[in-house]
């Protein structure tokens, strides 16, 4: 632990990336230039919910090789602010779209994980709609409810979902600190019975959560899903229509973003690359670092 009481590991993935101050609030940024070679277009990559960009620090070496990578965390998580607002899908969309602008980001590889597929979804729609100032060359799609009615949502995002929108209130003074049981019970249990987390995982993991009091912004920033059903038209439709060539890489053994998924998506872009991973749960990048990296970096460096 440092001094601020932060595992040793969040500490150091924090001191490799910096605090950009955008419109939308202070956004942490990791840039990391390409370790072999040059011009390729940058790889953007896109995380989910409940957590942060330390999900892909396994995966960041092999993507890094030909290409310089640029992970955020979105506001509301991680290492970035969390001010007491409302957390669309849009919002988080128009800070993407600031963070490529700051870092002279114009043409991409799109790389998203759950709630990130998502935010790449809107991302998506706009440039079909001539509204985005990026070009997306390509892009991954890792585990993520593209298809919400597939989706098998557990009981604690049905639990947060139920509460309003709004920021829970502290625990009152002199009351046993949360150390974030039940939240690493659920991150455990959406991975694979064949790749548990290790107990540094899901302390990594909370401490991120919970850093600025994040952990009282869970029921506003689930309401992501909120969007989804709402607009599932608009960010489904835009994954499945974008002209981009597409990969999908995904955890065969996810309890809530389930393999069916994979299923109806070829149905809609039979062109779509696909690895399913066998005994890999809804994180893929931490949990089979090296399957994961071979199948996105394989389909990023074909011609």
Partial sequence: MNAAGEPAAVADW????????LPGGDVWVLDQPATEGAGLEPVLVLHGFPTCSYDWRHVLPAL???????????PGFGLSAKPDQR??????????????????????VLVTHDMGDSIGGELLARDLAGDLDLEITRRVLANGSIY???????????????????????RP?????????????????????????????????????ARGGGQLLLPRTIRYIEDRRAEE????????????????VWGDRDP????????????????????????????????????????????????
Avoid at 14 to 21: C, F, H
Avoid at 64 to 74: G, I, M, P, T
Avoid at 88 to 108: E, K, M, Y
Avoid at 284 to 289: Q, S, V
């Fill in 256 to 303: 809530i973003a389930v393999v069916a998924m994979v299923d109806r998506l070829r149905e809609r872009r039979s062109d779509a690359d696909v690895t399913v991973l066998d005994g890999v749960g809804h994180y893929p990048m931490i949990e089979d670092p090296a399957r994961f990296a071979a199948a996105t970096t394989a389909f990023l460096d074909a011609p």
């Fill in 148 to 170: 919400l009615e597939l989706a098998h949502l557990t009981s604690g995002q049905l639990f947060l979902l139920d509460l309003p929108d709004a920021r829970l209130e502290p």
């Fill in 87 to 108: 957390y669309s899908l849009r919002r988080q969309a128009d800070v993407t779209q600031a963070v490529c602008a700051a870092l002279g980001l114009d043409r991409i």
């Fill in 14 to 21: 924090a001191a490799r990336g910096r605090v950009l101050s």
């Fill in 64 to 74: 890094s090789r030909r290409r310089r990578v640029v992970l955020f965390d979105f």
């Fill in 233 to 248: 038209a608009r960010f489904t439709g835009a994954i499945e229509r974008h002209p981009s060539p597409l990969a999908v």
């Fill in 173 to 209: 003074a002199g009351a046993p600190p949360d150390e974030g049981e039940a939240m690493r019970a659920a991150l455990a249990a959406t991975f694979s019975p064949d790749s548990p987390p290790d107990p540094g995982e899901l302390e990594a993991q909370w401490a991120l959560i």
